[in-house]
Nanobody, 118 residues
Framework: QVQLVQSGGGLVRVGDSLRLSCVAS????????IDWFRQAPGQARELVAA????????YYADSVKGRFTISRVNARNTVYLEISSLKPEDTAVYYC???????????WGQGTQVTVFS
């Protein structure tokens, strides 16, 4: 059983930067990747960033490429999502989730709200 606890987020201005954190407990942190989704009001949940795994490169949705960076600190059991040049369309609830070797998303964080205003 893995628990994911998220922090960061909040009310920010257009152009600001944020760092979202996802801290994992339980399980073995090195055996799974952590990906980030977001869900805007009235819209489906979308994958915005995925860790590279097994030597692969990280994935970023086209809408966030160049502005979002996913990183991991194994000693802290933490994956970060750094967001820069925030836009109003980045307003959403952001979720981290574990991705196992078969690509399933089994465990989810509680979600953190990011609201961008101009």
């Amino acid at each position: 059983q893995v628990q994911l606890v998220q922090s960061g987020g909040g009310l920010v201005r257009v152009g600001d930067s944020l760092r979202l954190s996802c801290v994992a407990s339980g399980g073995t942190f090195s055996t799974y990747a952590i990906d980030w989704f977001r869900q805007a009001p009235g819209q489906a949940r979308e994958l915005v960033a995925a860790e590279g795994w097994g030597g692969g490169r990280a994935y970023y949705a086209d809408s966030v490429k160049g502005r979002f960076t996913i990183s991991r600190v194994n000693a802290r059991n933490t994956v970060y999502l750094e967001i820069s040049s925030l836009k109003p369309e980045d307003t959403a609830v952001y979720y981290c989730t574990t991705r196992g070797e078969h690509g399933s998303y089994d465990y989810w964080g509680q979600g953190t709200q990011v609201t961008v205003f101009s």
